[in-house]
Nanobody
Framework: QVQLVESGGGLVQAGGSLRLSCAAS????????MGWFRQAPGKEREFVAA????????YYADSVKGRFTISRDSAKNTVYLQMNSLKPEDTAVYYC???????????????WGQGTQVTVSS
């Protein structure tokens, strides 16, 4: 079992930055690929970024490529999402997830956090 707790969300102006953190419990954190997804009101949950269990491979949605960076610190059992140049359309609840593969498909992730709200004002 893996429990995930996100933090770092908040209100920021367009062009600003936020860093989300996802703290994981359990000694097997380093064996899981991790992903970030987001869900805006009235929209489906969408893929944002993913990182392999080793941290050696990362993947991004086209909409965030060049602005967001995913990373992980296995010593701290934490995965991060650095978000720069934020836009109003980035407003959503952001979720981290753990799974076997670092993919963009939400149903392939086994464990999910409760989410953290990110609001970007124009």
């Amino acid at each position: 079992q893996v429990q995930l707790v996100e933090s770092g969300g908040g209100l920021v102006q367009a062009g600003g930055s936020l860093r989300l953190s996802c703290a994981a419990s359990g000694r097997t954190f380093s064996t899981y690929a991790m992903g970030w997804f987001r869900q805006a009101p009235g929209k489906e949950r969408e893929f944002v970024a993913a990182i392999s269990w080793s941290g050696g491979s990362t993947y991004y949605a086209d909409s965030v490529k060049g602005r967001f960076t995913i990373s992980r610190d296995s010593a701290k059992n934490t995965v991060y999402l650095q978000m720069n140049s934020l836009k109003p359309e980035d407003t959503a609840v952001y979720y981290c997830a753990a799974g076997r593969y670092s993919v963009a498909v939400a149903t392939l992730y086994n464990y999910w956090g409760q989410g953290t709200q990110v609001t970007v004002s124009s």
